[in-house]
């Protein structure tokens, strides 16, 4: 069964440094997501992503989060310079595109800032 | 996914037994509900969706059903098995369909 593949599985950085978190999305997929998971919280929207450019996102996604497609497979976040309350697992999603069809999860990144 | 230390309702039942999992919603205006399931180390996991439109809907071993009026979800896992341990998650879609919001989740230990 197809599924979303994220990397790395923990990526641990200095505060202050940019980091990428990668997503392959599942290949028929046009919508594509990044959500949060703080330790101690729940699964938290981040953005959304559609034909090339941001649908929606919400108030934790500012000036320090960027979002790619760079090609026709990958789908990568960036923070540009990490705090330590970045650190958090990062999921990546990705639908159809279909009327309700649900989103499909990787299994994160675990992001440590130090 | 990381839920170590997050406190979350816990349901503990027998190996066997039914489960019960219960959800309260909050946007009276969505349409589309989505169960997951998380087990440790992983991502959410799709279970069983519901539309608006419908109360309860059917799938292997588990039923959803929805109460609009107060806008409540369940999940009904039949027979429960070890390895439905796990963190259940209950979400919504908004409007516009490009967003999920969860809840809180529960954590259902299953003793065999």
Redesign the interface.
Same mark, same amino acid.
């Given at each position: 069964e197809p599924e979303v593949t994220q990397t790395p599985s923990h990526q641990v950085t200095q505060m202050g440094q940019e980091v990428i978190l990668r997503c392959v999305p599942i290949s028929n997929h046009l919508y594509f997501y990044w959500y949060r998971q703080i330790l101690g919280q729940k699964v938290e929207f981040l953005v959304s992503f559609y034909n090339n450019e941001i649908s929606e996102k919400s108030e934790i996604f500012d000036d320090q989060f960027s979002v790619e497609r760079p090609d026709g497979s990958n789908f990568t976040l960036k923070i540009r310079s990490t705090k330590l309350e970045d650190s958090a697992m990062y999921f990546c999603a990705s639908m159809t595109g279909q009327v309700d069809q649900p989103q499909h999860f990787g299994d994160g990144t675990r992001l440590s800032i130090l | 996914?990381?839920?170590?230390? +997050?406190?979350l309702p816990t349901l503990s039942v027998q190996e066997g037994d039914n489960s019960i999992i219960n959800c309260a919603y909050s946007n009276s205006a969505s349409d %589309?509900f989505?169960w %997951?399931k998380q087990e440790s180390?992983?991502?959410?996991? /799709?279970i069983i969706?519901i539309?608006s439109n419908m109360d309860k809907r059917q799938g292997q071993r588990v039923t959803v059903l929805l109460n609009k009026t107060v806008k409540h979800l369940s999940l009904q896992i039949a027979a429960t098995q070890p390895g439905d341990s796990a963190v259940y /998650?209950c979400?919504e879609i908004?409007n516009?369909?490009?967003? +999920?919001? /969860?809840?809180?989740?529960t954590r259902l230990m299953v003793k065999p």
């Open positions: - | 996914g990381e839920s170590v230390g +997050l406190h %589309y989505i %997951y180390g992983k991502g959410p996991q /799709f969706d539309r /998650f979400a908004n516009a369909g490009n967003m +999920l919001t /969860f809840g809180g989740g």
